[in-house]
C-alpha cells in the first residue's frame, strides 16, 4: 500500500491529479467554518445540539456545516437530489432519455439542466431552513443592526451560491483530479465527523470505563464489516464469450475465449448515496415547513424500524435501478454479434439479451441485499447502544466511505499501470 501510494507520487500527471483533488477537499472543509453574515455563532451551535436524529444525520453529510450554519450548510444533497430526479427522469420524459442516448452532446444538456436543478433546490432548502432556524423552537435572536429583509436575502443567497460553489468543486475533481468529485465531498464530510464521535462516544456516559468499552464494541464491529464489504465490492459473476475463426485479408482472426465480468455490486455507492437522500428528504421537508407532525415523521423515516425498513428497499431499489442504467444487456448483445462472438449455449440475438438481463437480476439481488443489511444491521446495534452521535457511523457511512476508496484507489491503480508500475490491488 505505501510503496504504491509513493509510486503515485512519483508521476508528475498523477501527482498534480491528487494534488490538485486534496487542495479542493482543502477548500471544502475550510468553507464547512465559515458562517453565514448575520448568525451568532455560538448560541446558533448551542440550539442545534438539542435538535433531533434527522437533523444530525443531514448535519453528518455536510460535514459539520449545517451545526455550524456556515456557507456550505446545504451540501452536496440538493445536487444528488437533482441528480436522481434527472436519472429518473430519463425513463419517464422521452426527450431526456434521447439525450441520455446522444453521447458527450445528450450529456452535457443533462448536467446543464442538473445544475438549474440544483440551484432551485438549494434555494427551496436555503428558505426552509432560514424559516426553521429563525422559529421560536430554536430561540437564536438573529442579527437586528440592518433590515430584517435584508438579512434573510443575504443568508438565502450565501447558502445557494455555497452549494453552487460545492458543485463547481465536484465536478473539477471529477474533470482534473481523482475519482469522482461528489462522491469524495460526501467521503470527506463523514470521515471529517469521526473523530468528533468517537471522543463523545466514549465520554458520552459518567462511566469512562464503560463508554471506552461501548466505543471499542462498536468498532471491532465496524471493522468485521469492513473485510466482508470488500469481498462484495471485489466479487464479479463472469459470463464466458467465445468467438469463432474468421479470416480478415491474411491473418486468422478469432478462435478465443474471454468472459463479461459482471461486478456484484455493480452500482457500487450510489444505492446507499441515493436511498440516504431520499430517507433524509422529510427531514428537509421537516426544515421548510416547521410542522410538528412533519418533524415526527421525518424522525420516525430518520431512525427506528421504519428506517430500517425503508433503508433495504430503498438501496435493493436503486441497485437495480442504477444497474440498468449503466449496463445495456441489448447492446452488450450486438457488440458480442458484431465481432463474431457467442455465449456457449445461448442463441444469438434475443436469447442473449435475455441471457444476460437473467444473470444481472440474479447477481444484482444478492448484492443488493447484502449491502442493505450491511447498512442496517450496525445501525440496529447502534440503536439499541444508546449512543445517537456513533449511531451515525453506522453501515450507510461504512459503506460509502469503503466504496468510494475503493472506487478512487482503483482509479489511481489503472493511472498507475499506464506507467508499468503495480497498483494497490496485487
Given amino acids: 500500500m505505501l510503496s504504491s501510494i509513493i509510486d503515485a507520487f512519483k508521476v508528475p500527471e498523477l501527482r498534480k491529479k491528487i494534488l490538485f483533488t486534496l487542495a479542493i477537499l482543502a477548500l471544502y472543509r475550510f468553507g464547512a467554518y465559515v458562517p453565514v453574515p448575520g448568525i451568532p455563532f455560538h448560541e446558533f451551535a448551542t440550539a442545534f445540539q438539542d435538535t433531533g436524529v434527522a437533523m444530525t444525520m443531514l448535519d453528518l453529510f455536510t ?35 434521447r439525450w441520455a442516448r446522444e453521447g458527450d452532446t445528450g450529456r452535457r444538456k443533462i448536467t446543464q439542466v442538473t445544475r438549474y436543478l440544483t440551484l432551485g433546490l438549494g ?28 438579512t434573510d436575502i443575504v ?61 471499542l464494541v462498536i468498532l471491532a ?13 471485489r466479487a464479479q459473476r463472469r459470463i464466458p464469450v467465445n468467438y469463432a475463426k474468421r479470416v480478415q485479408g491474411r491473418k486468422m482472426m478469432g478462435g478465443q475465449s474471454t468472459y463479461i465480468p459482471l461486478k456484484v455490486n455493480a452500482a457500487g455507492v450510489i444505492p446507499i448515496i441515493f436511498a440516504s ?82 444473470v444481472i437480476n440474479r447477481v444484482t439481488l444478492p448484492g443488493g441485499i447484502f449491502i442493505a443489511l450491511i447498512a442496517v444491521v450496525p445501525t440496529i446495534i447502534f440503536y439499541f447502544t444508546g ?23 482503483s482509479k489511481v491503480e489503472s493511472q498507475l499501470k499506464m506507467y508499468n508500475y503495480e497498483g494497490f490491488f496485487k
Avoid at 161 to 172: D, N, P
Avoid at 222 to 232: G, N
Fill in 221 to 233: 464491529v465496524v471493522l468485521v464489516c469492513i473485510p466482508l464489504i470488500i469481498f462484495v465490492e
Fill in 123 to 150: 434555494l427551496i432548502n436555503a428558505i426552509g431552513y432560514l424559516l426553521l432556524f429563525k422559529s421560536p423552537a430554536y430561540g437564536v435572536q438573529f442579527s437586528t443592526e440592518v433590515p430584517e429583509l435584508l
Fill in 155 to 215: 443568508i438565502i443567497f450565501t447558502l445557494v451560491a455555497g452549494t453552487a460553489f460545492i458543485m463547481w468543486m465536484g465536478e473539477l475533481i471529477t474533470q482534473r483530479g481523482i475519482g469522482n468529485g461528489m462522491s469524495l465531498i460526501i467521503f470527506v464530510s463523514i470521515v471529517s465527523r469521526v473523530p468528533s464521535a468517537i471522543f463523545s462516544s466514549a465520554t458520552l456516559t459518567s462511566d469512562l470505563g464503560t463508554g471506552i468499552a461501548l466505543t
Fill in 387 to 409: 449512543n445517537q452521535l456513533i449511531q451515525a457511523f453506522g453501515g450507510t457511512s461504512i459503506l460509502i466511505m469503503i466504496g468510494v476508496a475503493l472506487d478512487t484507489m
Fill in 277 to 358: 437522500c431520499i430517507i433524509y428528504f422529510p427531514a428537509q421537508l421537516a426544515a421548510i415547513f416547521n410542522v410538528d407532525w412533519l418533524t415526527t415523521f421525518a424522525n420516525w423515516c430518520s431512525t427506528g424500524w421504519l428506517n430500517w425498513i425503508i433503508t433495504v428497499v430503498l438501496i435493493v431499489f436503486f441497485a437495480y435501478f442504477y444497474t440498468s442504467m449503466v449496463f445495456n444487456p441489448e447492446e452488450t448483445a450486438d457488440n458480442i454479434r458484431k465481432q463474431g462472438g457467442f455465449i456457449p449455449g445461448v442463441r444469438p440475438g434475443t436469447a442473449t439479451v435475455q441471457y444476460i438481463k437473467n
Fill in 63 to 97: 460535514g459539520g456545516a449545517l451545526s455550524n450554519f456556515s456557507v456550505f450548510s446545504l451540501g452536496i444533497m440538493p445536487y444528488i437530489t437533482a441528480s436522481i430526479i434527472m436519472q429518473l427522469m430519463q425513463g419517464v420524459i422521452p426527450a431526456v432519455g
